[in-house]
């Protein structure tokens, strides 16, 4: 069975300043997907960025970059320049994958989630 | 990315009554996700709804309490049953899009009374 771990439950960070949310992941398959997840308030989840299993580059999304470890099994999300609107409940999930008539997809499996606060 | 228009966007029912929410996505996809979220904790899979079979349901989660109906690859609705104060959550839908990306509709946040 696949789990994600997120060991921080609150991080607090200066406007400005770099902050790096955890993640660990554990999981037998080697094909997977790792997803990080905004969540505002109002409750909305947006999409921030994607790490496939078998990338070679750790993926950049604007502020946004994955610190992808596959030996350590972490994917750590990296927030630059912190803005104040960056703070929300982020969440770490990972997907299975696997292949039905050619399409891949697969439900995602969601870590506690770190809640960012951002101080001017 | 994938547009998904979830509605109600939030509602406050009474108890012992029903309520359907509804997934629309501006593009054909294969499966279709329903989560719930309950209050200050982490999103938990409800079922996977294909279009023209019945979903598959997680340990824990039974048609009875939530049907779901997924009549074409852009539409779908669960249907929240015979609701307690415990079934209060935000549900929401998602979507996988080109194996890279997975989108969620804008969140019902139920209360139930």
């Known amino acids: 069975a696949q789990k994600i771990t997120q060991t921080q439950p609150g991080m607090f960070v200066q406007e400005k300043e770099a902050v790096t949310l955890d993640c660990t992941y554990d999981?037998?398959?080697?094909?997977?997907?790792l997803f990080w997840y905004k969540q505002p308030s109002s409750g909305e989840m947006i999409f921030l960025i994607y790490?496939?299993?078998?990338?070679?580059q750790n993926a950049t999304e604007g502020r946004y970059s994955l610190n992808f470890q596959k030996a350590r099994k972490s994917a750590n999300l990296v927030i630059s320049a912190s803005q104040l609107g960056d703070s929300a409940m982020y969440f770490c999930?990972?997907?299975?994958?696997?292949?039905?008539?050619?399409?891949?997809?697969?439900?995602?499996?969601f870590g506690q989630g770190t809640i960012l606060t951002v101080h001017p | 990315s994938a547009v998904i228009s979830q509605k109600p966007s939030r509602d406050i029912c009474q108890r012992g009554t029903s309520l359907t929410i509804q997934c629309q996505v501006d593009?054909?996809?294969?499966?279709m996700f329903w989560y719930r979220q309950q209050p200050g904790q982490s999103l938990t899979l409800i079922a996977t709804?294909?279009?023209?079979?019945?979903?598959?349901?997680e340990s824990g989660f039974v048609i009875d309490k939530f049907p779901i109906s997924r009549p074409n690859l852009t539409f779908s609705t669960l249907t929240v049953s015979n609701m307690s104060p415990e079934d209060s959550s935000i549900y929401l839908c998602?979507?996988?899009?080109?194996?890279?990306?997975?989108?969620f509709g804008q969140g019902t946040r139920l209360t139930v009374v």
């Open positions: 998602s979507v996988a899009k080109n194996g890279r990306e997975a989108f």
């Open positions: 999981t037998s398959d080697q094909s997977y997907g």
């Open positions: 790490q496939g299993s078998y990338d070679e």
């Open positions: 999930a990972m997907r299975e994958d696997f292949n039905a008539g050619g399409t891949s997809y697969g439900k995602l499996t």
């Open positions: 593009s054909q996809v294969t499966m």
């Open positions: 709804a294909n279009q023209g079979s019945e979903a598959t349901y």
